[in-house]
Nanobody, 124 residues
Framework: QVQLVESGGGLVQSGGSLRLSCAASGFTLDSYTIGWFRQAPGKEREGVSCINSRDGTIYYQSSVRGRFTISRDNAANTVYLQMNSLKPEDTAVYYC?????????????????WGQGTQVTVSS
């Protein structure tokens, strides 16, 4: 079994916080670059953040920089996305993926296969 499962979403008010988890089963995450993506209703999927397996560098989409933190817990085989100061425009289904191009100017998905994701809803 090789799978990636997102969890931790929910409904919060503006300014609130959530921590999303991306848990791996069937493989070890520490050797993979991991990206977080989101898709809001009527919008295209966009990259949110990624953590690079090559050198550990981290990148954020400009709209979340300073509010979100991506981290890796190798012992738990999990990547997290701590989301603080949430805004209504953060409302989306959030996905994680190992199939990501992760760089300073791009957080791009290299797959068309996605899991169920986890819903984040931020109320005004």
């Amino acid at each position: 079994q090789v799978q990636l499962v997102e969890s931790g979403g929910g409904l919060v008010q503006s300014g609130g916080s959530l921590r999303l988890s991306c848990a791996a089963s069937g493989f070890t995450l520490d050797s993979y670059t991991i990206g977080w993506f989101r898709q809001a209703p009527g919008k295209e999927r966009e990259g949110v953040s990624c953590i690079n397996s090559r050198d550990g560098t981290i990148y954020y989409q400009s709209s979340v920089r300073g509010r979100f933190t991506i981290s890796r817990d190798n012992a738990a085989n999990t990547v997290y996305l701590q989301m603080n100061s949430l805004k209504p425009e953060d409302t989306a289904v959030y996905y994680c993926s190992t199939d990501v191009l992760c760089g300073n100017y791009y957080i791009a998905a290299a797959t068309n296969s996605w899991g169920q994701g986890t819903q984040v809803t931020v109320s005004s």
